[in-house]
């Protein structure tokens, strides 16, 4: 998502309604089918919102990516169904970055995210101290050596 494009308005950010957001993961699948034939392994990387879209989309599909990586995201709340039981049966590979001075994620979606990917995934997980809601150089350096090792 480019700048001033939001997946779930800004004041939902940690908290947003599941309904659009696996409305657009539908949107996001529906492109990923048409490219998959020529892209026989894909990651999914966002900042943000963007990082919340690659775990629900992990949870849509979690055996038909190579790796997720959530910068600053959060997993939806509200999922009632089987989903995460499925993640849980394949434990993808998981890259999960924060900011220890966040003003835009709440602490407690940070840490029901990390619970959640503890609980689900092979995760990776690092804290950034000193960054705000940003993507620091070497949390850079951490996603490009874990996408290495995908």
Do not use: K
Not at 27 to 47: K, M, N, T, Y
Not at 102 to 112: G, K, L, N, S
Request: proline share 7%; no cysteine; charged share 15%.
């Amino acid at each position: 998502m480019g700048p001033g494009v939001q997946l779930v308005p800004a004041r939902d950010a940690g908290l947003p309604a599941l309904e659009p957001v696996d409305a657009a993961v539908a949107e996001v699948l529906a492109w990923v089918d048409s490219v998959a034939a020529d892209h026989p392994r894909i990651g999914l990387l966002g900042f943000s919102q963007g990082g919340s879209m690659a775990l629900q989309l992990l949870r849509a599909r979690p055996a038909a990516f190579a790796f997720a990586v959530s910068l600053s995201g959060f997993v939806v709340p509200g999922v009632t169904d089987s989903r995460d039981e499925a993640v849980a049966a394949v434990r993808p590979r998981v890259f999960l970055g924060h900011a220890d001075l966040d003003p835009v994620i709440p602490a407690e979606a940070t840490a029901r995210t990390q619970a959640w990917a503890a609980a689900n995934t092979t995760v990776t997980d690092r804290a950034y101290a000193g960054l705000p809601h940003a993507v620091s150089v070497a949390e850079l350096s951490d996603v490009a050596a874990f996408i290495d090792g995908a």
